[in-house]
């Protein structure tokens, strides 16, 4: 279930509640009259099946509450209600299927922005992928991978090439067109140090390593990147978005930066060469895949007669 408040101009409100009283996927609907003091208005709230959730987003901003008020979503944890297991029961298909697109609009954009946390956690992330290809350690290797936020910039790409936001698709690429070639500066800088007070043996770096992995792309590569964009896209448009952590763990991106570095600075441009490709190759195969996935499930919704312009938020 989630929770929806809308702060609602005075002459909308009976529109809007008209609205959740007509859909049998809402639950306790209550309506405060003239609590809302900024913007001024009734606040509504009601509890909502997911799967009802995104015909009623659409309806309400239909009546324009998005910009002359106001809506937030909230997920709800647990539920002890009767009217509310009618609710989901009475809802079409199952709330684990179930796309709010004004919610993933509103996720991919938040997690597209460069702004000092994107940048810290990429730089941290190409840091350790650096200090893993080193010490040849696949377990630092995976923490990279976890800790990479790469994920979020590709999803908003996926998002603005399919539902034609461009501002989102700008906003992403600059978060990551910024973002991983300051992190690479960065992580050169440490890399260089490291071999100047030796910490880093060029003779081992050379040798074969457990961590080759990394930089050695192939066939594999892309179907694994095509997976995991897969994965990635259905755990961010559906409640299962623990999956992501398994996204995160299977692709090679932020690994593949490291490796690159690592590699120039000991001059194996080879090596270098076949990470850049590496990296590539799971930026684009994670973007396709999660595109053809969102398409596939966008063109489900106009089917269903839900095809309204999406709010720019």
């Not at 080759?212 to 997976?227: H, K, T």
């Not at 896209?233 to 978005?241: D, E, G, I, P, Y």
Request: glycine content about 10%.
């Amino acid at each position: 279930m989630l929770h929806l408040r809308a702060v609602c101009p005075a002459e909308r409100t009976e529109e809007a509640l008209k609205v959740l009283g007509q859909e049998p996927g809402v639950a306790h609907l209550v309506v405060h009259r003239g609590a809302a003091v900024a913007p001024p208005g009734d606040l509504i709230e009601a509890d909502i099946a997911r799967e009802a959730a995104d015909d009623v987003m659409d309806r309400l901003c239909g009546l324009d509450i998005d910009r002359a008020g106001g809506i937030t979503l909230a997920e709800l944890d647990t539920a002890l209600s009767d009217a509310a297991d009618r609710a989901e029961a009475a809802a079409p298909g199952e709330g684990a299927d179930a796309i709010v697109w004004q919610e993933l609009l509103s996720r991919t954009g938040e997690e597209s922005r460069l702004n000092v946390t994107f940048q810290a956690f990429l730089t941290i992330a190409c840091l350790l992928a650096s200090v893993g290809v080193i010490t040849d350690s696949p377990v630092t290797i995976v923490g990279a991978m976890v800790v990479g936020p790469e994920f979020g910039p590709l999803a908003a790409i996926s998002v603005g090439l399919v539902l034609r936001r461009w501002d989102l698709l700008r906003r992403a690429a600059l978060a990551l067109g910024v973002g991983f070639p300051l992190a690479v500066l960065v992580t050169a800088g440490v890399t260089l140090l490291s071999q100047a007070i030796g910490l880093l043996d060029v003779t081992q770096f050379r040798a074969g390593r457990e961590v080759d992995f990394v930089y050695q792309v192939g066939w594999y590569s892309l179907i694994v990147a095509l997976l995991a964009g897969a994965a990635g896209m259905l755990a961010m448009t559906s409640a299962k978005s623990a999956a992501l952590v398994g996204v995160f763990i299977s692709v090679t991106t932020v690994p593949a930066a490291g490796y690159a570095v690592v590699a120039a600075v000991v001059g194996d441009w080879s090596r270098a060469g076949e990470s850049v490709g590496q990296l590539a190759v799971n930026l684009l195969g994670i973007v396709v895949a999660a595109a053809v996935v969102l398409a596939v499930r966008h063109r489900g919704r106009r089917l269903n007669g839900l095809g309204r312009p999406l709010s720019r938020g």
